[in-house]
């Protein structure tokens, strides 16, 4: 299982950012996506899922609903995650997971939100 994060970055608030995370390793297709982030001296928190094959059924952290979205390419093995109104709370690293393998982690991609 391999899963690559990427598109993070430093956004001014109300600005807006995707994120990908290419999968490899499993069968993508199938396996249930989801975003995670831990913010400097906090744990890690559940940001966004999505279920597998074509990605009907998403849930959302309640911090985030409406502003930020999930989804996936299964051609592409990609999860991305779209992250709209950007707060200076949503500063992070984010992680993409699978249920594939629950115990693996991904480096993870830095985002920040600062003027």
């Known amino acids: 299982v391999q899963l690559v994060e990427s598109g993070g970055g430093v956004v001014q608030p109300g600005g807006s950012l995707t994120l990908s995370c290419v999968a490899s390793?499993?069968?993508?297709?199938?396996?249930?996506m989801s975003w995670y982030r831990q913010a400097p001296g906090k744990e890690r928190e559940f940001v966004a899922r999505?279920?597998?094959?074509?990605?009907?059924?998403?849930y959302y952290a309640d911090s985030v609903k409406g502003r930020f979205a999930i989804s996936r390419d299964n051609a592409k093995k990609t999860v991305y995650l779209h992250m709209n109104s950007l707060k200076f709370e949503d500063t992070a690293v984010y992680y993409c997971?699978?249920?594939?393998?629950?115990?693996?982690w991904g480096q993870g991609t830095q985002v920040i939100v600062s003027y």
């Open positions: 999505i279920s597998g094959d074509g990605g009907a059924t998403n």
């Open positions: 390793g499993f069968n993508f297709r199938w396996a249930v």
């Open positions: 997971k699978t249920s594939q393998a629950p115990d693996y």
